[in-house]
């Protein structure tokens, strides 16, 4: 095996070097080698993907679809997702100029800023959320601005991001990233809520990245997409991982105004060139005739929500009841005097349950876990007795 020779031991670039990797990752790595665990980590979805969709990858195989797509996607599929997005939300983007097909919503995310961010601009990010904004902001040059939503119910109001822009300064904030419903507290925004962050946002020079890609894991009101409100300034970022549990075959989106979508399409280009021909294959025939295919999905996840959420207030975890998502996120008692990162290794190596620490999501989410109720009933049921019982010796 190679050794790394020493005149190049230095040369690394000095953003990403410091950098770990997502404790979301290290935990759940780190749980996989202990006998026994339940693991409650992963945001990925235990269903299959359904039947037709895997047909179509298998008859994009069979046709020799073994070539370079258009850029952009093949045009079949933006017009499906243009179609979606229409029919669900209401929301209107022409299919040839300004919608991008992106390996998974990840580098949809990556493209997005890019398109974006100069050295030192800052990017407005409300914590707890997902783990990976803040890393990308810091390989772009540009500079994250965490805001923590803990006292307003994890949901950044239009009063903080009015405060916060007027300290930060309107000149140097060039975007503000929001994810709902909420990776990782399930939350959702209301049209009204939305409403008072685009009438901070609508005069200023700034985009917004929503990120929507549990928008069809909503347990009561129906979503409602941001770029319904501001569609001028709005990068709308959506995928098939989470709605159809094709988390492996890697297909996002964007879908924004033309005069962004034409920046972002360089990033796109420079680095990805264009996905892979089955698994747009796959997604159109999910967009086209599978899209209530999340519908059963969703009955068993809200089953499974109800059940741990009552579950975990009776053993004694605060825990809001999620809106969307398939994640609880619960105050770890003070009484216990643990940060979220020592409750998560001791309830792994004591009590046998993997769950995700708090500030894997950012400053927002200490003194507070994650579990992803992306896995059986059975596992659920059984982490919930281990919980029970590891809580009660914690007591002692």
Do not use: W
């Not at 020493?6 to 780190?30: C, L, Y």
């Not at 994250?144 to 950044?156: A, I, Y």
Request: net charge negative; aromatic share 8%; charged share 25%.
């Amino acid at each position: 095996m190679p050794e790394l020779d020493s005149t190049v031991k230095n040369v690394v670039n000095e953003t990403i070097e410091p950098m770990g990797i997502s404790q979301i990752r290290v935990f759940a790595e780190k749980f996989a080698k202990i006998p026994g665990l339940i693991k409650l980590t992963l945001g990925e979805p235990d269903f299959n993907v359904p039947e037709h969709v895997k047909k179509a990858a298998i008859e994009s195989i069979n046709a020799n679809d073994s070539h370079y797509s258009a850029q952009k996607g093949i045009i079949g599929l933006r017009k499906a997702i243009s179609n979606y997005l229409s029919k669900r939300f209401e929301i209107d983007y022409d299919p040839e100029t300004e919608i991008i097909v992106t390996i998974g919503a990840t580098e949809a995310i990556f493209d997005s800023l890019a398109a974006i961010i100069n050295p030192g601009d800052k990017v407005l990010i409300p914590t707890p959320t997902f783990a990976l904004y803040i890393p990308i902001v810091k390989i772009l040059g540009g500079i994250p601005v965490q805001v923590n939503t803990t006292d307003d119910g994890f949901r950044l109001t239009g009063k903080k991001l009015r405060d916060v822009i007027a300290r930060e300064g309107a000149d140097k904030v060039k975007a503000l990233i929001l994810n709902f419903p909420g990776n990782p507290t399930g939350f959702v925004y209301s049209k009204d809520e939305l409403q008072e962050i685009v009438d901070v946002v609508k005069s200023k020079e700034m985009y917004v990245i929503s990120d929507e890609i549990y928008a069809e894991l909503t347990y009561g009101e129906k979503h409602i997409s941001l770029a319904k409100l501001m569609p001028g300034k709005t990068i709308l970022i959506n995928g098939l991982s989470k709605s159809h549990a094709m988390t492996g075959y890697r297909i996002g989106y964007i879908a924004a105004p033309k005069g962004f979508v034409t920046n972002a399409a360089k990033m796109h280009a420079f680095v990805v060139t264009a996905p892979s021909n089955p698994a747009q294959y796959a997604a159109k025939e999910a967009l086209t005739n599978g899209i209530d295919d999340c519908i059963p999905m969703r009955d068993i996840y809200q089953e499974r929500r109800d059940y741990i959420v009552d579950q975990l207030n009776d053993i004694g975890y605060e825990t809001k009841l999620p809106e969307g998502a398939f994640y609880t996120f619960s105050k770890i008692p003070t009484e216990f005097n643990l940060t979220a990162i020592e409750f998560a290794n001791k309830l792994a190596e004591e009590g046998k349950v993997g769950v995700t620490p708090g500030t894997a999501f950012g400053e927002g989410g200490e003194g507070h876990f994650r579990m992803s109720y992306a896995s059986s009933i059975e596992d659920i049921k059984e982490a919930m007795k281990r919980l029970r019982i590891f809580t009660e010796n914690l007591k002692i």
